[in-house]
């Protein structure tokens, strides 16, 4: 797998792990929730500062959005 949908698998199981909708997810991201499914679905890379907010709005460290990627 590409690192780009490794990190939006990754997304995609702590959201769900959290009950958390795409839309909710990008509420609390400040971000459209089309760039959350474009993340989760490996379509975009994320940059620096949108990994550290998907993180701050998961409540994890920005490494466990990259577990996985070599």
Do not use: K, Y
């Not at 490794?6 to 702590?14: D, E, I």
């Not at 971000?31 to 709005?57: F, K, M, Q, Y």
């Amino acid at each position: 797998m590409e690192p780009r949908e490794v990190f939006g698998a990754n997304v995609r199981r702590l959201r769900a792990r959290r009950g958390l909708s795409q839309e909710a997810l990008a509420d609390a991201c400040e971000l459209h929730p089309t760039e959350i499914s474009r993340l989760e679905r490996g379509v975009r890379d994320p940059r620096l500062a949108t990994i550290a907010r998907v993180a701050r709005a998961l409540d994890v460290a920005p490494a466990r959005l990259l577990e996985g990627i070599r």
